[in-house]
């Protein structure tokens, strides 16, 4: 049978990973078994996705990121140049806790931008936006955007990633998009 994806000749695809069709890897990338990656994604130069890592549909790892065990990625997450996950939160050299992996999850259409670091056990929540260089050391909810070490949050971001001014009721309008979301209790729902 042949592959249904596309992997550049300098990258290594261990047996037993799970890779669906329209994926592309490109140079020097490492593809450990155990993992699985979903339809169309793209996986930058140089990057590791490590056994028991899930990527969802259409996600895009741009170069220089490695995905640890006990990172699931949902559809349509942007992981950003030299990104950072970690999966130990006390790691030591001479401790071996390879059966410790803390889990991180990364919802839908997240975005993680350009050398942010994500603390292991600390999810980001669908559609959130968090800044270049950003550390994030605590759980981030949807459609928060944050920046800063550690990450603060200082808004909130439509699905097409741009900031979302709230009026008196509640209300902002994505001015890409003109979807419509809606602010009560600090917590952002899409209307409609």
């Given at each position: 049978?042949?592959?249904?994806?596309?992997?550049?000749?300098?990258?290594?695809?261990?047996?037993?990973?799970?890779?669906?069709?329209?994926?592309?890897?490109?140079?020097?990338?490492?593809?450990?078994?155990?993992?699985?990656?979903?339809?169309?994604?793209?996986i930058?130069?140089?990057?590791?996705?490590?056994?028991?890592?899930?990527?969802?549909?259409?996600?895009?790892?741009?170069?220089?990121?490695?995905?640890?065990?006990?990172?699931?990625?949902?559809?349509d997450v942007?992981?950003?140049p030299?990104?950072?996950?970690?999966?130990?939160?006390?790691?030591?050299?001479?401790?071996?806790?390879?059966?410790?992996?803390?889990?991180?999850?990364?919802?839908?259409?997240?975005?993680?931008?350009?050398?942010?670091?994500?603390?292991?056990?600390?999810?980001?929540?669908?559609?959130?936006?968090?800044g270049?260089?950003?550390?994030?050391?605590?759980?981030i909810?949807?459609?928060?955007?944050v920046?800063?070490n550690?990450?603060?949050?200082?808004?909130?971001?439509?699905?097409?990633?741009?900031?979302l001014?709230?009026?008196?009721?509640?209300?902002?309008?994505?001015?890409?998009?003109?979807?419509?979301?809606?602010?009560?209790?600090?917590?952002?729902?899409?209307?409609g």
């Open positions: 049978m042949e592959k249904e994806y596309f992997a550049h000749s300098s990258s290594v695809i261990d047996e037993g990973c799970k890779i669906a069709k329209g994926v592309k890897i490109w140079h020097f990338s490492h593809i450990m078994p155990g993992c699985t990656i979903g339809e169309n994604c793209n930058g130069q140089n990057v590791v996705v490590s056994p028991e890592v899930v990527l969802g549909k259409n996600v895009k790892v741009q170069n220089n990121v490695s995905i640890y065990s006990g990172v699931n990625c949902g559809d942007f992981l950003g030299s990104m950072v996950f970690t999966n130990i939160v006390n790691p030591r050299s001479a401790v071996n806790r390879k059966g410790s992996y803390v889990k991180t999850n990364v919802g839908r259409g997240a975005t993680i931008g350009a050398n942010a670091t994500i603390v292991c056990g600390h999810d980001i929540g669908e559609f959130a936006f968090v270049a260089g950003a550390v994030v050391t605590k759980n909810p949807p459609y928060a955007l920046i800063g550690p990450a603060r949050q200082t808004g909130w971001m439509s699905e097409y990633g741009h900031p001014s709230f009026d008196k009721d509640g209300l902002a309008t994505c001015p890409e998009s003109k979807e419509n979301y809606r602010l009560e209790k600090g917590n952002v729902k899409k209307l």
